[in-house]
C-alpha cells in the first residue's frame, strides 16, 4: 500500500522560502517519477513540478520556473520541492504524487499520470 506524507508547509511572508518533503513508503521509490501539485481555493488542481525516477529530468510549470526546485533522495524515498521568492499567487494545497508506471519515459504533467497522493500541506505567503 502505497503511502505520501508531506511536511514542510505553513506561513511566510512574500519573498520568503520554504522547503516541502514527501516521504513515499509502499513501493519503489527509485523507479518512479514524482511529482508536486497544487490547489489554490476555488481553483483547479496544477502541476507545479516533476522529477524522473532517474533524476535525469525536471520539469516545471512556468510561474515557477526559477524560483522552485524539485529533487529526490532516493535513498531516503523522499522528494523535496525548495521553493525561494514566494509570492502571494503560491498560497496553495499542495500535493506530492507518485506515478501510476514505473520506469516511465517522460514526465507527465497532468493528474491522470499519477495513481497515488499525498494528504496536503498548507503553503500560506502573505503580502
Known amino acids: 500500500q502505497v503511502q505520501l506524507v508531506e511536511s514542510g508547509g505553513g506561513l511566510v511572508q512574500a519573498g520568503g522560502s520554504l522547503r516541502l518533503s514527501c516521504a513515499a513508503s509502499?513501493?519503489?521509490?527509485?523507479?518512479?517519477?514524482m511529482a508536486w501539485f497544487r490547489q489554490a481555493p476555488e481553483k483547479e488542481r496544477e502541476f507545479v513540478a516533476g522529477?524522473?525516477?532517474?533524476?535525469?529530468?525536471?520539469e516545471y510549470v512556468d510561474s515557477v520556473t526559477g524560483r522552485f526546485t524539485i529533487s529526490r533522495d532516493n535513498a531516503k524515498n523522499t522528494v523535496y520541492l525548495q521553493m525561494n521568492s514566494l509570492k502571494s499567487e503560491d498560497t496553495a494545497v499542495y500535493y506530492c504524487?507518485?506515478?501510476?508506471?514505473?520506469?516511465?519515459?517522460?514526465?507527465?504533467?497532468?493528474?491522470?499520470?499519477?495513481?497515488?497522493w499525498g494528504q496536503g500541506t498548507q503553503v500560506t505567503v502573505s503580502s
Open positions: 509502499g513501493r519503489t521509490f527509485s523507479a518512479y517519477n
Open positions: 522529477i524522473s525516477w532517474s533524476r535525469g529530468s525536471t
Open positions: 504524487a507518485i506515478a501510476s508506471r514505473a520506469f516511465q519515459r517522460g514526465l507527465s504533467s497532468t493528474s491522470n499520470g499519477y495513481d497515488n
